[in-house]
C-alpha cells in the first residue's frame, strides 16, 4: 500500500483512540466538576460521547478495509486487526445497544432527572456496564497503539 494510505491508517488510529481518551477521561470529567448543573453536564458528555463513536466507527472502518487491503485475508490473523474489530463491536453494542435505552429512562423519568426518580437503579446499572465497555475500549486501544500494528503488518 502507499504511504499516504498508511500514514492515513496511524492518523485514524490517533484521531480515534485520542478521542476516547480525551473525552472519556478529561473533558467530560472537567465537565461534571465545573458544570453545577449535572442533567445539563450528562446532556452534553452524552453529545460528546456520540461524536466519539461516529468518529470510532469511522476511523475503524477504514482501519479494517486498510488491513484487508494490505494483507488479504491474513488480516484475520493479525492481533491489529482483531483489536479493531473488538472496538468496533464495543462501540456498537454501546452506542446503538446502551444508550438508546439509557436515552429511554431519561425520557421516562421526565419531569424528574433520571437519577432523581424511580428509574435510577435500572439507569445506574446501564450506564455501569456503559462505563465499563467504554473503559474496556479505551484499554484495548491502548493496546492498539503499543503493538504498532499500522506501521507493520504481521
Request: proline share 5%.
Amino acid at each position: 500500500m502507499s504511504r499516504l494510505t498508511r500514514n492515513l491508517a496511524l492518523l485514524a488510529l490517533t484521531a480515534w483512540v485520542g478521542a476516547l481518551w480525551a473525552v472519556g477521561y478529561l473533558a467530560v470529567p472537567v465537565l461534571f466538576y465545573s458544570q453545577p448543573d449535572r442533567q445539563l453536564a450528562g446532556m452534553l458528555a452524552g453529545v460528546m460521547f456520540s461524536r466519539v463513536a461516529w468518529l470510532g466507527l469511522i476511523c475503524g472502518g477504514y482501519l479494517l478495509i486498510y488491513w484487508l487491503a494490505t494483507a488479504g485475508s491474513a488480516a484475520w490473523r493479525q492481533i491489529g486487526f482483531r483489536l479493531v474489530l473488538a472496538m468496533l463491536a464495543l462501540t456498537l453494542i454501546n452506542h446503538f445497544g446502551l444508550q438508546p435505552m439509557m436515552n429511554e429512562l431519561k425520557a421516562q423519568a421526565l419531569p424528574l432527572e433520571v437519577m432523581k426518580s424511580p428509574l435510577a437503579r435500572q439507569f445506574g446499572l446501564l450506564h455501569g456496564l456503559s462505563s465499563l465497555l467504554y473503559l474496556l475500549q479505551s484499554l484495548l486501544g491502548a493496546w492498539l497503539v503499543l503493538a504498532e500494528p499500522v506501521n507493520r503488518p504481521d
